[in-house]
């Protein structure tokens, strides 16, 4: 039946008093109101929506500037949850006009006659839970108050206008626009001389149609922004066929997709391709016109790596260099101080060519700032300029802004909202906040909002929070609750995931740094729409996990926890590697093990280009063995590190650890020799450590021959190569020689039994499990001769060893043993550092480009390599992020 024409139950409002009394309160009447309203309505809820502004429409009833357009495409950016009300309606143009969404959104609000339970002109002022009666307590400025059981704030993430930084604006006596406010019956600009302060989105696309109508246009820019032409006009012909095709497909797959926008994840990395590939690649994109396909569709690596950004960076300067005629206006409309994509792109019609006008001054604020507003202008501390009309497009107090502007809301125990965000906004999925009962936000902070097409987002913030309504109700339950367990864990994922992304690295709106005073950090959750989605499902899934239900008579249900502890990238891979359905490996045979290993490499990112590989043979204890060898782009010689890949002493070989190996050659600036020590079934324990050790010393004896430098080598492996890497280190000091300056034992395998908590806790689910480990140890080594210390180096001497820079990580069997290893060696006097890797797995630092989160270890593991080998910590060349926080904790 169409969702139009389904009985809804009238709203029972009632009034006490002068209080208005239903279910739940919602403020706000754009996309989220309006959609809360009508689920709110079909669920049987009474309901009332509290709207400030004369009519429905949100951010598309305040924002009437001349230009103001959407910037997702208008077939992504509508309503999807009825397919009556999707075919109903067509767009005229790929991005819509601010009068025509607003005419879509009344022409929502009549379709399920929604304006006879909102109250216009209604602004809500306070809120007040009350404890003993659960329910909230709504003050307005225009009408009766309204007391609800549920409180959901629709209120905007761009809805508060940011006042004016600037003294004077009082004394200026001619008239002064916000883009944000901006005049129902329109501006006469026409022979008028014009400022407009701000360059963000709607800077951008108001200037070029300012500039045509006024006399003389003064543009105050701060901060330059990336913007890409729109190329407006009829739905591109791709998109259109694939959304006639299949719309629900294609509205399914938004919804999953990285951004709301029907897009496939990138694989391919910016160093796969060639100078003219990516140029190809970017060419199309930048005729394409689409935010979306050129913030995610060139390059897997353009919004997570600084190199891959700036290539995209560098092209787009480009760009903006064949159209800006004036060098000086060139460089000061130049970004030059964010990655692409951290600081929200804008699509322009005629941005850049406006300044090419005669009557178009563009001033930099960097150079000259402004002093002050006079009466007849605008005073910079260099020179003054006459205006008639001041237009602020200086953007908003977003995310918060609007929240924060009900003040006070008071939750629980009477503590207050703006108290409990004094040092930035707290809470769990950007949904809840722990204190505040039956408070919901839609797109609130921590959730994908303006990272996201957002009327996907605020589709699903909508169905999740009526879904859970409804739930709460046919439970018995009355109230629900964030626990402060589930906010600091959703905190501590949002910090994960904004290491994920570059939006750290650009001061901006995202980050609360347009606002004075302001706290700053990543505001909007940078994991995806998709991931967001399935995580939501998630803590449903698992018993409404983190929130304190309760009920009357006593009735309470507390689930509590953290959602995700991986961390967000080990969480995809983690969940794509499920996905696949695979058989454990276990069950393959060696062989059936190898091949698959070898096809399953075959599908990750290459590793990044070194100075040069080589490749050849080299001495083991009973014969030739192939070794790869890396040597940096730097020049010689270079320490060398004996490298021993992982695979349990029967799989991989010295190049199945490739891209580690490239990357911490690049990060090291040392030579990494991987060698192919022999494996078992066909060669049992002890081949592989005495491979490891033979190896060791001919590669020692060879360094000058290899371009390496003479003297001490160092060491390292990842899981059984760590093995053979610290067994090297005990046979190398009881055999006299060679001589190693550090080893780096990356999840080493360090003893023979399986009951440490480690085992039990990961014993399934992260890809190392217990029955592999148990399969491993039963090909390589008979029960016997596993306690050698050539085996389980932990039960061998471990005094005099090299130092040693030990890595674990959380989910991952071997935790413990690599932990207990480090603690040994640190009690025999070996100096030792650890890197306990929180959220991660087994292969994380190994899976480059893959785990990106997996970066700030290898950095640390670099450094520690480099310290072993007497130089300096840091180098500098490669190009990365400034330090970042580790996500893991050395200590
Ligand atoms: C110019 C512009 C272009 C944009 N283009 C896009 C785009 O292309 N794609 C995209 O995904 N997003 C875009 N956005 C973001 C846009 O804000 C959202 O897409 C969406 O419109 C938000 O809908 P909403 O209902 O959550 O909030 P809003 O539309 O902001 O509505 C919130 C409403 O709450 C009301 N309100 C707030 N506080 C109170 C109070 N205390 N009492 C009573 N009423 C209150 C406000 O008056 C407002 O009407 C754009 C934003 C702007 C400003």
Redesign the pocket.
């Known amino acids: 039946m169409p969702e139009a024409t389904v009985e809804t139950r009238a709203s029972e409002a009632t009034h006490s008093g002068s209080t208005q009394q239903v279910d739940v309160a919602v ?7 309006l959609y809360i309203l009508h689920r709110l309505r079909k669920a049987g809820f009474s309901a009332v929506v ?4 004369g009519d429905v ?7 009437r500037y001349p230009g ?1 357009r ?3 495409q208008t077939i992504d ?1 509508s309503y999807t949850f009825d397919p009556e009300l999707d075919k109903a309606w067509t767009w005229s143009e790929k991005y819509a006009t601010q009068p025509e969404i607003l005419r879509y959104l009344g022409f929502v609000a009549d379709r399920y006659d929604l304006r006879r339970d909102i109250r216009f002109g ?3 002022k306070q809120a007040t839970w009350d404890d003993a009666s659960e329910r909230w307590l709504i003050t307005t400025d225009n009408g009766a108050n309204v007391s609800c059981r549920h409180y959901i704030m ?6 508060s206008p940011k006042p004016p930084e600037i003294d004077g604006v009082k004394d200026f006596k001619g008239e002064v626009y916000f883009t ?1 406010r901006w005049p129902h019956e329109g501006v006469n600009l026409k022979g008028k001389r014009v400022a407009v302060i701000g360059t963000g ?2 800077g951008i696309q108001s200037i070029p149609l300012i500039a045509s109508e006024a006399a003389q246009l003064t543009v105050f820019q701060r901060t330059p922004n990336f913007a890409l032409p729109a190329g407006n006009g009829p739905q591109p012909e791709d998109r259109r066929t694939f959304f006639e095709t299949d719309r629900a497909a294609y509205r399914e797959q938004a919804r999953w997709s990285l951004a709301g926008v029907p897009y496939p994840q990138q694989t391919v990395v910016s160093w796969q391709l060639s100078d003219a590939e990516r140029r190809e690649r970017f060419e199309k994109a930048w005729a394409a016109g689409d935010l979306v396909h050129i913030l995610t569709q060139l390059w897997a690596d353009q919004g997570v790596d600084v190199d891959g950004n700036a290539i995209l960076c560098d092209l787009i300067r480009e760009k903006i260099g064949e159209v800006v005629k004036d060098p000086e206006t060139l460089a000061a409309l130049t970004p030059q101080d964010h990655p692409f994509g951290s600081k929200r792109p804008c699509l322009d019609t005629n941005y850049y060519a406006t300044y090419n006008r005669p009557n178009v001054t563009l001033v930099n604020l960097r150079q000259e700032p402004i002093k002050e507003i006079t009466a007849g202008g605008i005073s910079t501390d260099k020179r003054s300029f006459d205006v008639d009309v001041i237009v602020f497009a200086t953007g908003f107090d977003a995310m918060t802004g ?1 929240i924060l ?2 003040h006070p809301i008071t939750g629980r125990g009477g503590k207050s909202l703006s108290s409990v965000w004094a040092h930035g906004p707290q809470s769990y999925l950007g949904l809840t906040v722990a204190g505040f009962p039956n408070l919901f936000m ?2 609130g902070p921590g959730s994908p909002s ?1 990272l ?4 996907v987002s ?1 589709e699903q913030h909508a169905d999740w929070v009526v879904d859970r309504l409804i739930a709460l109700r046919d439970a018995g339950f009355t109230s629900m609750e964030a626990t402060e367990t589930a906010q600091a864990g959703w905190a501590q994922h949002m910090a994960d995931c904004s290491m994920l992304t570059l939006h750290r690295l650009a001061n901006t709106w995202y980050t609360g740094a347009n606002v004075p005073g302001k706290a700053q950090g990543v505001m909007p959750y940078t994991g995806g729409v998709g991931p967001y989605r399935s995580i939501c499902n998630e803590v449903v899934g698992r018993g409404m996990l983190g929130f304190h239900l309760k009920g009357p008579g006593g009735a309470e249900q507390c689930n509590d926890g953290e959602i995700v502890r991986l961390q967000p990238d080990v969480r995809l891979v983690l969940g794509m590697l499920a996905e696949m359905n695979l058989p454990p490996i276990e069950t393959m045979g060696a062989a059936g093990a190898r091949d698959f290993l070898n096809e399953f490499n075959k599908g990750r990112p290459a590793g990044r280009p070194v100075g040069e590989v080589g490749e050849g043979m080299l001495q083991g204890a009973d014969g030739p063995l192939p070794y790869k060898l890396y040597r940096p782009a730097t020049p010689g010689p270079h320490p060398i590190v004996v490298y021993f890949h992982g695979g349990g002493w029967v799989l991989g070989d010295h190049e199945s650890d490739d891209p580690f190996c490239r990357d911490m050659c690049r990060r090291t600036g040392m030579i990494f020799v991987s060698v192919n020590y022999r494996h078992a079934p066909e060669h049992r324990f002890p081949a592989a450590p005495e491979d490891g050790y033979a190896a060791t010393r001919w590669i020692s004896e060879h360094a000058a021959d290899l371009g390496g430098r003479p003297g001490p080598v160092l060491v390292a492996g990842w899981s059984a190569g760590a093995n053979v890497a610290a067994v090297t280190c005990q046979l190398a000091r009881d055999r006299g020689g060679p001589q190693i300056a550090g080893q780096l034992l990356l999840s080493p395998v360090t003893d023979c039994i399986f009951d440490r908590p480690s085992y039990v806790e990961n014993a399934t689910g992260y890809f190392l499990t217990r029955g592999l480990m148990y399969w491993f140890w039963d090909i390589y080594c008979s029960p016997a001769d596993r306690t050698d210390p050539r085996a389980s180096p932990i039960r061998g001497k471990l005094e005099g060893l090299p130092p040693a820079f030990v890595t674990t990580a959380e989910f991952d069997p071997l935790r413990d043993e690599g932990i207990a290893y480090a603690e040994a060696l640190a009690k025999a006097g070996v100096p030792v550092e650890q890197l306990k890797a929180r959220g991660h797995f087994h292969s994380s630092f190994v899976m480059v480009d893959v785990v990106i989160t997996g970066v700030p270890g290898r950095i640390k593991m670099a450094e520690a390599l480099r310290r072993f080998a007497g130089l300096p910590a840091q180098m500098d060349t490669v190009r990365r992020a400034p330090p970042p926080e580790v996500n893991a904790a050395a200590s």
Request: proline share 0%; charged share 10%; aromatic share 10%.
């Open positions: 403020v706000g009447a754009g996309f989220a109101g509290l709207e400030e502004a429409g949100g951010t598309w009833y305040w924002n103001a959407c910037d997702i950016y209604t602004k809500v629709a209120t905007g993430c761009l809805s944000g989105s709607s609007a502007a009900v839609i797109t303006v996201s097409n957002m009327a605020i």
